[in-house]
């Protein structure tokens, strides 16, 4: 009889630890999971920290360029606009020239005698 109670302890015994090691089988298991919901999340998070840091970038980018090519309008304006100064410039130096030149012709031929003279075919 000692050896059937003996038995029994050892069965309940067996029994216990055969239901906490199916516990902690379970909880391994679960922890398991949630280790791969984990590291999922942070796949899925790592992705979209790189998809926004692109973004911003490719933002950055584009208004550089808008930067640069508004400068390089303003450059392109004061070119523009020196060239055209130069321009009007050499115009009004051009038109005071050929006012002086024509004075000064006009001044030349008054100065020569009026002559008429008939050209002939003999010599």
Do not use: W
């Amino acid at each position: 009889m000692k050896c059937l109670v003996k038995a029994k302890k050892k069965n309940r015994k067996l029994k216990s630890s055969s239901g906490k090691l199916n516990a902690f089988k379970e909880e391994k298991q679960q922890a398991k999971n949630d280790l791969a919901d984990v590291k999922h999340q942070k796949k899925v998070e790592e992705e979209d920290i790189k998809h926004m840091v692109r973004m911003k970038e490719e933002r950055l980018e584009i208004e550089h360029e808008k930067k640069t090519a508004e400068l390089e309008k303003e450059k392109d304006q004061a070119i523009a606009k020196v060239k055209d100064e130069y321009r009007d410039k050499m115009e009004k130096q051009l038109k005071s020239e050929m006012d002086r030149m024509q004075d000064m012709y006009g001044k030349i031929l008054e100065r020569l005698p009026n002559i008429s003279a008939r050209m002939t075919g003999e010599l």
